[in-house]
């Protein structure tokens, strides 16, 4: 961890007494542990939504969805949320 203890703002590292930001946002951690994500689209919602009483058949999603065929906009949401 003290690896991660970046110089003060004169380049120096801290000395005795000196308080050190040890939050996991300045070690780094955060953004190795966490992804921005994009907002779930209304299809994905919607898959959600159907799915969450049962398992559902990709015939019976697209049928909720109101598609006759798999789409492009259809495949793109299941990717996502498997």
């Given at each position: 961890m003290l690896e991660n203890i970046s110089p003060n703002k004169g380049g120096h590292l801290p000395t005795r007494g000196q308080e050190v930001d040890?939050?996991?946002?300045?070690?780094?951690?955060?953004?190795?542990?966490h992804e921005v994500h994009e907002p779930m689209t209304g299809i994905e919602r919607t898959v959600l939504q159907a799915c969450a009483g049962n398992v559902r058949t990709a015939p019976e999603l697209?049928?909720?969805?109101?598609?006759?065929?798999?789409?492009?906009?259809?495949?793109?949401?299941?990717a996502r949320l498997v």
């Open positions: 040890v939050s996991p946002h300045s070690a780094g951690l955060i953004d190795e542990v697209l049928k909720t969805l109101g598609y006759a065929a798999r789409t492009g906009a259809f495949r793109k949401a299941v």
